[in-house]
């Protein structure tokens, strides 16, 4: 199933998430792990261009990354994460009892934030064409290590989600929070949206998000990329 829905990034609805409002309650995060649980099933292709030169990459999701996107590693207090990672999404998915104890950690205000935008996640990467080849050093302060940073800067607070190859050229999400205080698309190189495609692998289904290649080529450029 192909579908073609619009040659203009698509408006998502992305909720904002107030800093530290991650309340201990079983439906918010049930919702949470829902959201990034649907992404296990979702690929994303995109296509960037730079000075007549493209840059072609998709973004996949495992099991095993909540972990880091979650801020999980920050609750030093809780003994049971230091385990298998996928393991530790399945116990978190299935074990309501194992969710309230992550809830109760004295370090869970450390990673609200970033728990709470979960729920955000595939709106922001659907309706999202702000992107920037990352470079580290320009944020020494930082020790996030990425290829890729995207932006939203639509709404009243700046969502920044962070893109690193696992195996050139798939890219999983290393990090994804909000932050009001540091502006990380400063010194960054600016890269032109061409294309950005989203499939469903139990369904086959296809999404054209963005083309801009078709567009000028007067053809569809998929199949003449990936």
Do not use: W
């Not at 199933?1 to 530290?20: F, R």
């Not at 439906?27 to 261009?49: D, K």
């Not at 369904?203 to 567009?215: C, N, P, R, V």
Request: net charge positive; with cysteine.
């Amino acid at each position: 199933i192909h579908i073609h829905v619009t040659q203009k990034i698509l408006c998502a609805h992305i909720k904002p998430c107030k800093k530290n409002s991650f309340l201990p309650k079983r439906a918010r995060m049930t919702n949470r792990l829902t959201a990034f649980n649907r992404l296990l099933g979702i690929n994303y292709e995109i296509v960037l261009g730079k000075k007549g030169k493209t840059t072609a990459f998709s973004i996949t999701f495992e099991k095993h990354e909540f972990y880091h996107i979650a801020g999980l590693q920050y609750l030093t207090d809780l003994r049971e994460l230091k385990t298998d990672r996928t393991l530790l999404f399945n116990r978190i998915l299935t074990d309501d009892a194992f969710r309230q104890k992550i809830l109760k950690s004295v370090f869970i205000s450390k990673i609200s934030d970033r728990i709470n935008q979960l729920i955000n996640l595939e709106a922001f990467i659907d309706s999202n064409d702000t992107i920037f080849k990352y470079n580290e050093y320009a944020h020494p302060f930082s020790k996030i290590q990425a290829d890729f940073l995207l932006m939203n800067k639509n709404i009243k607070f700046n969502l920044f989600l962070f893109l690193a190859y696992k195996q050139e050229p798939i890219c999983f999400c290393r990090s994804f929070f909000s932050d009001n205080r540091i502006d990380y698309s400063k010194n960054q190189i600016t890269m032109t949206l061409l294309y950005k495609k989203k499939s469903f692998t139990a369904t086959s289904k296809e999404i054209i998000l963005f083309d801009s290649i078709s567009q000028s080529k007067g053809s569809s450029a998929e199949n003449k990329i990936f």
